[in-house]
């Protein structure tokens, strides 16, 4: 039979990021899927060792819009190490609280985008209106919408009054509500169950040889998770249980995010109401670092962050180097594809929980050629995409 | 005049050329019935032939920028160009930085800038609002 080459992306209606699928059909069934990025390349890592340590956490922030509080996490985490400072007790707190609305959103974000993939717009449009009140909590705490900017050497930079934190228990409520119905839906409406179930399956030994990492890790029956491992900000005062399923499926992945964002909620509610008393806001920050280098990694929505900062002393890093979960996630799951029908492939794509801006940083991969080829920026320049 | 065709109900595509997602996800949550643009006309369009208005977002890398000259040229005429948020209107916070061209009217001709980082959905409901009575509507 004739293969025929049907490219997804970059711009396309399910994706609402810029990354290409060349997908390889026979038919119906996918024989080949190669991954073509390069449209979200911004030059990050280049960019921080050009500015001072306190403006990097500001485009730390903006690797990402929808984990941006964790990504200034990991950056002033491991600014912190290397500074010498230890962060306020009440702003580890409210960093845990903002992280984890953040993660209530992402989660919601991609339980509804995978509900429109699927032709469900109804539960699309729904969660999407549910996801608001998580906005708006957010807002409350962060002062802003999508990102927080709440993370400063030492602390935060807002404190939360009385008035706001009885306001957010009682707005939580509601989004607790919201969540148990949308993961009841998950789990018994038919539709859902006929296009996730027994679609884009890794088992538990592919999960580790293809070095996924969060969610979609925990689907395949793995127990990690950072917070859990190597505990950041205030997770090693809360309790909170891991979410970990074994069938490996596109549909054991949304459960595991959607009991997560319900983790997430309790999680949020024993941070506020255990606050520690005290300041939150440092009195001054501290512009220049030690020599030294440190890893520092976070549990993101989308699975294990990881940032490695050098310093060679003064104000601004050597070299920043981030790793993404993403990358993992996107890259190294291809060979799942193969074998499903191309109505498939959105929905394996989308149940990644793929997130572009994270993923293209440093290197141009081009998978078409069978191997792996880093492309110098005059070729990226001169490379047409189809 | 041919603008009159598209002065009740335009039709928005979105492209995102290189942006840290936090427009875009304003702009998809700005397309939901919570903020309700149909109330105005404006529906999602899948393709770059079904659209009339265009909401660039993010600062423009050398291979998106190419990408967003293509959408455009494909997009039919009368077109307009809305760029959402700081990167797509200066660059933002990742100006300097090697891969970008940082604005998009450098590529394409644009009519309306909301700024923000990132602007609220209200903004980009406002912004398509103002472009729509530019063009009389």
């Given amino acids: 039979m004739v293969v025929v080459e049907i490219p997804i992306g970059p711009q396309h209606p399910a994706l609402h990021e810029p990354i290409m699928l060349r997908v390889r059909t026979e038919g119906e069934d996918v ?52 500074m010498g400072v230890e962060p306020l007790p009440r702003a580890n707190y409210i960093r845990t609280v903002v992280m984890e609305l953040e993660r209530i959103h992402s989660h919601m974000l991609i339980s509804a985008v995978m509900a429109e993939i699927v032709g469900f717009d109804t539960l699309f449009m729904l969660i999407m209106r549910d996801r608001e009140r998580v906005m708006y909590l957010k807002e409350l705490v962060a002062g802003s919408r999508v990102h927080a900017d709440i993370h400063t050497i030492g602390g935060v ?15 939580l409520k509601k989004v607790e509500e919201r ?20 679609v884009g399956v890794i088992s538990k030994s592919d999960a580790l040889r293809m070095s996924v990492v969060g969610p979609t890790l925990r689907g395949s029956g793995i127990k990690s998770d950072v917070r859990f491992e190597d505990p950041y900000a205030a997770y090693s005062e809360i309790p909170f249980n891991v979410v970990v399923r074994d069938k490996g499926d596109s549909w054991t992945r949304m459960m595991v995010r959607l009991e997560e964002a319900l983790e997430s ?32 990694r976070v549990e993101a929505p989308r699975g294990e962050l990881v940032y490695y900062i050098v310093s060679t002393g003064g104000s601004n890093p050597y070299r920043v180097k981030i790793r993404t979960p993403s990358f993992l996630n996107i890259l190294n799951t291809t060979s799942v594809y193969l074998g499903h029908r191309l109505a498939d492939v959105p929905i394996i794509f989308a149940s990644y929980d793929p997130c572009i801006s994270c993923t293209e940083r440093a290197v141009v991969i081009d998978e078409k050629t069978g191997g792996r080829t880093y492309m110098s920026l005059r070729e990226l320049a001169r490379v047409k995409a189809l | 005049m041919s603008v009159k065709v598209i002065r009740y109900s335009p039709w928005v595509m979105h492209f995102n050329a290189g942006a840290c997602n936090g427009c875009d996800i304003e702009v998809l949550a700005t397309l939901t019935p919570f903020f309700d643009p149909e109330r ?13 208005i265009i909401i660039v977002t ?12 293509r959408l455009y040229d494909q997009t039919p005429s009368p077109k307009f160009v809305v760029a959402c948020g700081a990167c797509a209107i ?28 990132p602007p609220r959905p209200e903004a980009v409901l406002y912004g398509i609002k103002k472009l729509i009575e530019k063009i009389g509507g």
């Avoid at chain 1, 921080?48 to 996490?73: D, F, L, P, T």
């Avoid at chain 1, 404190?159 to 707005?171: G, K, N, T």
């Avoid at chain 1, 993961?183 to 996730?196: C, G, M, S, W």
């Fill in chain 1, 179 to 198: 969540l148990k119905y949308y993961k009841n839906v998950y789990e018994n409406d038919y539709t859902i169950a006929k296009r996730l179930i027994e």
């Fill in chain 2, 40 to 52: 105005l006309g404006v529906k999602l369009a899948p393709n770059p032939r079904h659209a009339d």
């Fill in chain 2, 58 to 69: 993010g600062a423009l890398n050398k291979k998106a920028a190419e990408r967003l000259r």
């Fill in chain 1, 265 to 296: 909620v309790n999680i949020i509610r024993y941070a506020l109401e255990k606050m520690p008393q005290g300041p939150a806001i440092p009195k001054t920050i501290p512009r220049s670092a030690k020599p030294g280098e440190v890893v520092s």
């Fill in chain 1, 157 to 171: 930079k807002r404190d939360i009054d009385e008035v706001r934190r009885d306001r957010m228990l009682s707005e």
């Fill in chain 1, 31 to 82: 024989v080949e899927v190669s991954v073509n990025t390069g449209y979200n390349h911004r030059g990050i890592e280049k960019l921080m060792e050009k500015n001072s340590w306190v403006r990097g956490a500001y485009i730390a922030g903006r690797v990402c819009g929808i984990c941006n509080a964790v990504h200034m996490q990991t950056y002033i985490q491991g600014v912190e190490k290397l």
């Fill in chain 2, 90 to 117: 200066s660059g933002g916070v990742f100006t300097g930085s090697y891969p970008l061209i940082s604005r998009a009217d450098k590529v394409v001709p644009v009519d309306v800038y909301i700024p923000g980082c």
